[in-house]
């Protein structure tokens, strides 16, 4: 049976926070080449209405750690077109500052569980309802490939709070499995996006570390994390929940990497 990816997602409403850019944009443009309905949601309002004109979607100004502009997005969005049926919980942050548990402010750690932990609970916490009322719902949310290995290299904020996410996401793929909800946390290794460039900041010698990690040698490109989300999104996936969805180029599989 041949699947028709440009109707896959047709007539479904999917909901992308962080959509404006990187990883974002990329699952904004392949959910809506899918057949999806999107609302994007973005706190750079410039990034966000340009992300929604180019799938003709819904840009809605939301700040993520605001509970009240949470609550507000998947209102706006069950309210406009009938239904949330997909919510990508994507925004994230990963600040030069964060680095060391030796080394990192309590300024830095409590911002980066802020922005990357608490989003994706009031995320849930908001669109849940909605998809009981509906009987259905596909959440996916973005953790990374640090929630599953440690790093030498730390990022110790981010690294513990996309922990919390694939947690949290386990276990509320557990709750409302029975409420026709999947839930799962997608995890990527690097991937070449504005975020990871402003990380290593032209530092040929930190990228250097990253890749030669990596078996297939090189980062993701965000069309390929998005491809992975819509397949979650789908119901190619209607019996994949509580996953922690690896896309990482081998890196959790290798011992050491070719040369």
């Known amino acids: 049976m041949q699947v028709d990816l440009a109707a896959r997602l047709a007539g479904r409403v999917a909901v992308v926070t962080g959509g404006g850019s990187g990883i974002g944009l990329g699952v904004v ?5 899918e057949g999806a309905r999107v609302v994007v949601a973005e706190v750079d309002a410039a990034a966000g209405e340009a992300a929604a004109a180019v799938v ?87 953790a990374s490939l640090v929630a599953v290995m440690g790093s030498a290299t730390s990022q110790i904020t981010y690294t513990a709070s996309k922990g919390g996410v694939v947690a949290m996401s386990r276990e509320l793929a557990v709750q409302f499995a029975r409420d026709g909800i999947r839930v799962n ?17 032209g530092d040929a010698a930190a990228t250097a570390r990253r890749t030669v990690h990596i078996p297939m040698g090189r980062f993701a490109r965000a069309e390929e994390i998005a491809a992975a989300a819509a397949f979650l999104a789908s119901d190619d996936a209607s019996f994949v929940t509580g996953s922690s969805f690896l896309v990482d180029g081998g890196i959790s599989a290798a011992y050491v990497t070719p040369e």
């Open 29 to 33: 443009r392949r959910l809506a080449a």
């Open 56 to 142: 003709d979607g819904l840009f809605v100004p939301t700040d993520v750690t605001d509970e009240g502009q949470v609550e507000d997005l998947f209102a706006t969005a069950a309210d406009t077109f009938g239904a949330v049926d997909i919510a990508i919980n994507n925004v994230g942050i990963s600040p030069p500052a964060d680095g060391s548990i030796l080394t990192t402010s309590l300024e830095t750690w409590r911002r980066v569980q802020d922005v990357n932990l608490t989003s994706v609970y009031l995320c849930c916490k908001h669109v849940i309802p909605q998809m009981r009322r509906q009987g259905r719902g596909s959440i996916v949310n973005m």
């Open 185 to 201: 946390a997608l995890c990527p290794g690097p991937v070449d996006t504005p975020l990871l460039r402003e990380l290593f900041a």
